[in-house]
């Protein structure tokens, strides 16, 4: 019996790929973050996944086939189109893009970004995209001028270790403390991953790399206007709260150049995006994060889903379209 990726690789001596069937969507606005989504587990079609591996460079295309096991291949080739679909959707410059005809490099701390050429040769480009995954869910952020990094842990990801002798090596003394006061063990749970979800996808806004800017090194705190600190379950049915990040050895050094968003994604994980603030918006004011989320099987349907019971805000101040 033919393997998952011998049986593509049976079907493309004779498959090709038909023309991008989107229609270009209108970029995201200034603060606002354009959530794109998978579910690995709803892809069963063999020629659909074959058409995904045609979009791919050849360098993605060996990347991809060196994986161990169907499930990390299929996986990573679903990650890999995510991105490319997800991008050729915008149409920027007035030019409709081919998801094949993008290119990719990385900057000096590893961190992908799209390579865009203009008329006058190579330039930066104004769309910026992160993404993340776990083996039931695979999403890609994206954003126009403003840096972008996104994590997505399961609701119920288990934890090996004591949860507090495990933050106490990854995480900043305050958020230790915080986890430490929480005495119901499944709640200290929920708690870690949620931190470990914003930390995770604040460092990968920065773009610099795990070891540039280790977890211990800064601290989440979630606030609203009626309580500073972290805020509590009863604070979050109460009003909107903020999250903000400082760093651990300056207290008083709030980073306000940061908007975060922590929420619930399709009722199995937490998905938190972290995008920096528009230039040209007062650095001091906190307007709500705009957010789209779209669940999607590329060239089949895609859902929006922002404002359903699937997209749960958490913390931050979001805004749902």
């Keep these: 019996m033919f393997s998952f990726m011998q049986k593509m690789l049976r079907f493309q001596r004779s498959f090709s790929v038909s023309p991008f069937p989107t229609l270009p969507l209108q970029l995201p606005s200034p603060m606002e973050t354009h959530l794109w989504f998978v579910v690995p587990d709803e892809f069963k079609s063999v020629s659909l996944l074959n058409q995904y591996m045609e979009l791919l460079s050849p360098c993605e295309k060996e990347n991809v086939l060196s994986m ?3 499930q990390l291949q299929k996986s990573a080739l679903l990650a890999r189109t995510l ?29 992908p970004e799209l390579e865009w050429e203009s008329d006058g040769g190579q330039c930066p480009s104004p769309l910026h995209f992160n993404i993340s995954h ?49 005495s119901d063990s499944e709640v200290q749970r929920q708690e870690f991953v949620k931190l470990w979800t914003l930390k995770e996808a604040y460092v990968k806004a920065l773009g610099r790399g795990f070891s540039a800017a280790p977890f211990k090194t800064f601290t989440i705190r979630i606030k609203n206007a009626f309580r500073r600190g972290f805020v509590h379950a009863d ?20 980073t306000n150049n940061w908007q975060f968003g922590l929420f619930e994604l399709a009722s199995s994980h937490y998905a938190a995006v972290c995008m920096e603030k528009d230039k040209t918006s007062d650095a001091g004011m906190s307007a709500p994060m705009r957010l789209t989320v779209r669940k999607t099987i590329p060239f089949v349907e895609d859902e929006c889903i922002s404002g359903t019971d699937a997209v749960v805000p958490i913390a931050g101040l979001i805004e749902q379209f």
């Design 68 to 70: 161990r096991g169907e």
């Design 83 to 111: 991105v490319r679909t997800t991008i050729a959707r915008y149409q920027i410059n007035n030019r409709v893009v081919d998801p094949r005809s993008l290119k990719f490099k990385r900057n000096v701390h590893g961190k």
């Design 134 to 182: 776990t083996s039931s869910l695979i999403a890609c952020g994206v954003t126009v001028n403003s840096s972008i990094g996104i994590d997505i842990e399961e609701k119920q990801r288990k934890i090996k270790n004591n949860i507090l002798a495990f933050a106490r090596r990854y995480f900043s003394l305050h958020e230790v403390e915080h986890l430490s006061a929480i």
């Design 235 to 254: 604070d979050i049915e109460s009003g909107a709260s903020e999250v903000v990040v400082e760093s651990s050895d300056h207290p008083e050094r709030l």
